[in-house]
């Protein structure tokens, strides 16, 4: 801390909304870190997951709700959805569904519907190879994940190209050393250069020795999930019961808007439920294109769409963990092309946390934007979504550091961006305390009116921590700054990734957990993997 | 809009989960705008008042807000606040507040606080001399302002520079066309060059015939309130008893924080609300500097100086228009620099808003940001402080648009962006409407499993006006977007603030007004202004 008297010819001397030049001395702040300060890992708040202690923003009224709800179970009932698996058919056929003879289409009756959905765990624990990794899903908990499923990659040094395995682990070691991203959403950029065939298995590989929070397998047939159960059971060393106790990975099923759930897709449902793994089941209902043009039609096929997942799941297994995933935006009228952050996006992200909640079951969201640059859109489009989710009462935040361009590339630095903003969130989200010390009555007295409090003891003992310290934002004045080259985030990000980098360890492993799980990945492998056509 | 086969091809194809290149093709964005299609304005929502109609935040439990409301009547009580103006302390003490003898220090009962704040009215209009942008404030009602009192100007070409008539005219002009921008909250960028003694005659000269949204005046001593008074009453052409039934402009009157009024700022109590002005009355409580360290220390400081100047304003005239203003912020405790849209402003933002719901008075908040340039961090610290303003329940936003640097500067390009942001937020508040006709069953029928609602009829009748559209968003695909140069917001925002300014046109205005309106300001300047001591 510099003196008390730069402290105040910084802070005081202006009011925020006096002229300039005509009374008021104007304010001067004073520059970033104080003289031969050493450089140093940017400042992070300490690992913790966070909870949503203030009630969600209700965009319709409790009528309105039903009448979404209401919608929604007679398209399940009159339209129905095709699920394009015979097995899945059958179960949903013994469980009471109307099943077409010859046909796709399932239909459900609405007491089926709802009485199904009811042993869906309200709250559940997500577990990693970490202990201190675990996250709690439901309830008033939040987590947010990094960014997943990008075929792109990009930073400022290198520009964008296409996912490899290198940039795959670099994007692995960066959100494992950042605190504020607490799960792997997928892979953060897919490893193109990896064989299809063995891709999810070296893919697995890395992310379970180069991290230890709790992460994503994709749903891409029968085998490939089945094989990344068995790797999650070996990595955290338990033996087959101690896993269905203990849900140690999620898969997202996206139903193909609308009203369809392809055959991977209930290939991933069938073999996660029936572990007692975690199911994010996620309608993609772009409003205008794969739903309809107005944000309630969307939601009532989302809520379909989700509803029957669910159903799925507690069909499999009673019991089974499952977070309702609402993904319901615009898309652009002039272009198609797909939008993200918006206005639409905001409500509709808060009005799925409503429909979760009626169905007390966890709700996912995401920290999307468009943008094809770390600009002031792609933060302002990422804002608004994470206004969404946390004032939508998100408990499982999906992409939540790194997306860019409508999820098509994964960026360095929007990785550093997102991670500042999901540490402002986490500040935000601490409780404000209020009891006799913070009301700090005695240090007003002893200050008095037109004094100063930065040397006060109330202050004094207080002020190292007393804020959010922020790892990216620029509070340096504009003189000092300019003085620097006037450096915008981007390049501040480019430099804080390039240290978080340097800085990574990787998180202790078992050996012989490690052995087993490097034999299992070679027997696969030189089982062939998954058969691809190419 | 282009075929439905290029929209399907755009939109449909990928889920947002699904990893690239294994299984599902990906999606691929159409770029921009059809070929051959004009240039021409950006588009804009049509100019109304925005309703929040959702329940604000509550961040506090509503024993810890009587916690901080104890706290700060008792900080009125027993410690007091300095009244740098004897008429003021004259007032107070026939009111029955303790003053003491040869001091400033006023002291207030509880009791005297809680009867004396009842007259505030819970809602009121503030009128433009353009009647379709009368304002009204309070209730669930809000409204957005420029940016007010900057020192220094910048934009892309000419960089920074020191405020001036010039700038000062330009803002003004494009927070006249700007429909998000409702309010002008005071000069957008001090005009430097006009000399100090006439600088408010020019000044709300060209506020008052270059645009026509309501105004603010400084309260820089007595001369030059009653001067913007009878400016305004003059400009909208009525007599003196109608201007007192008629709020016609506001005035911000900020404590000297901690815990005192200065003389000007009292005397812009005194002379506005006695003519039934509308005060906004904020403390800027720096916690750390200028208020205690905590946040609920912060706030009780905030309340106190708030509640002690709507105590005047209704002592002055019970039933005066007046505003409960939050600033409450926290400082970089490395440099003592101010720090805007962080996690401790979103929530005092909030408890501001909970406490002047608890003293039934509209709200003001703000939209501000410490970034020097328009990049992710200006983005981001201004949406962060739109959560705080609009979660809050925000009923007046100050320094809406343009606000940079702490306030040190207002930035053209800023303008653009926080007008979108100001656009998306009004998007944002709009009603999801839910009836039988949104929820779109018949769609839903028709189109059915696995189709596509581009060429529905329900989609068709409602494309063009189905979403908000941006004006600075950009959402072409990556490859459109890099070939036209790689361009991020500042430069869209550079190219759209000319157009606009391009477009302006002076609203109209009554010849008669306008000659007595130069009538009179001709005449205060022969006498000189306001003396001043350069």
Redesign the interface.
């Known amino acids: ?2 003196g008390d008297d ?7 001397g ?10 008021a001395p ?2 001067q ?6 003289t031969g300060e050493r450089s140093r890992l940017p400042q992070q708040r300490p690992w913790a997951q966070p909870r949503i202690r ?2 969600p ?4 009224s409790a009528d ?1 709700l039903e ?2 709800h209401d ?1 929604s179970l ?2 399940l009932e ?5 699920f394009l698996d015979e097995g899945a058919r059958e179960l949903l056929r013994a469980a009471g569904a109307r099943v077409e003879a010859g046909s ?2 399932v239909r459900f009756d609405r007491d089926l519907v709802l009485e199904r959905i009811r042993t869906a765990p309200a709250e559940f624990t997500l577990h990693a190879t970490n202990p201190e990794h675990h996250l709690r899903i439901g309830g008033n908990w939040t987590a947010f994940g990094s960014v ?4 792109n990659v990009a930073d400022l040094d290198r520009g ?1 190209r296409i ?1 490899n395995r290198e940039d795959y682990q670099n994007l692995i070691r960066l959100c494992q050393v950042l605190n504020p991203v607490h799960f792997f ?3 953060p950029v ?1 490893p ?1 250069d990896i064989h ?1 065939s063995i ?1 999810h298995l070296d893919a697995l590989w890395d992310l379970l020795t180069l991290a230890d929070k709790p992460i994503h397998a ?1 749903s ?1 047939g029968r085998q490939r999930i089945t094989d990344a159960i068995e790797m999650a059971r070996i990595a955290r060393g338990l033996d087959d019961a101690t896993l269905e106790r203990e849900p140690s990975l999620f898969t ?1 099923i ?1 139903s ?1 808007s ?3 759930l392809d055959t ?1 897709m209930l290939h991933g449902i069938l073999e996660m439920s029936a572990r007692n793994q975690v199911i994010v089941m ?1 309608p ?1 209902t ?12 969307a939601l ?2 989302q809520n379909a769409e989700a509803l029957a997942g669910i159903v799925l799941t507690q069909v499999v297994r009673p019991g089974a963990p499952v977070v309702y995933g609402g ?1 319901t935006s ?10 993200f952050g ?3 996006y ?2 509709t992200a808060m ?1 799925g946390g409503q429909l979760a909640r009626r169905y007390k079951v966890p709700y996912r969201s ?1 920290n ?1 934007s ?15 979504s994470l ?1 969404g989710a946390i ?1 939508g009462g998100g408990n499982l935040l ?2 939540g550091a790194g997306w860019m ?5 994964a960026g360095y630095e929007k990785v550093i ?1 997102d991670a ?2 999901l540490g ?5 989200l ?1 409780p ?4 006799e ?5 005695s ?3 002893e ?8 040397g ?1 003891a ?2 004094q003992s ?3 921590t ?3 310290k ?1 790892m ?7 003189e000092t ?2 003085e620097a080259g ?1 450096p ?3 390049a501040k990000a480019n430099a804080i990734w390039k240290e978080l980098l340097n800085a990574y360890e990787p998180p202790p492993m078992d050996e012989a957990v490690k052995e087993a799980l490097a034999a299992f990945v070679e027997r696969r492998k030189s089982e062939g993997g998954v058969p691809t056509d190419f």
């Open positions: 801390m510099t730069e402290l105040l010819a910084a802070a005081l202006g009011s925020p909304d006096a002229p300039a030049g005509e009374i104007r304010r702040r004073h520059g970033g870190r104080a203030y009630a923003t209700e965009i319709v309105e009448s979404i919608a007679r398209v009159e339209i129905g959805m095709d796709e289409r997943a499923s990008a075929p964008r996912g959403a997928g892979y897919e193109i299809a891709r994709y891409l997202v996206n193909s609308p009203l369809r991977p996620t993609f772009l409003a205008g294109a794969m739903a309809p043009v107005t944000l309630a039609g009532a096929e993904f615009n898309v652009d009228m002039q272009s198609g092309a797909p939008a918006t206005p639409e905001m409500r009005i995401s999307v468009a943008a094809n640059a770390v600009d002031a859109q792609a933060a302002y489009e990422s804002v608004f206004w004032s999906m992409h361009e409508g999820g098509l590339h961006l500042e903003l402002m969130v986490e500040a935000y601490d404000v305390v209020v009891d010390d913070t009301l700090a009555f240090a007003m007295e200050v008095g009116p037109g004094g100063h409090f930065f006060a109330h202050t207080r002020f190292r007393a804020f959010h922020p990216l934002s620029d509070w340096r004045n504009y700054w300019e006037s915008q985030a981007p």
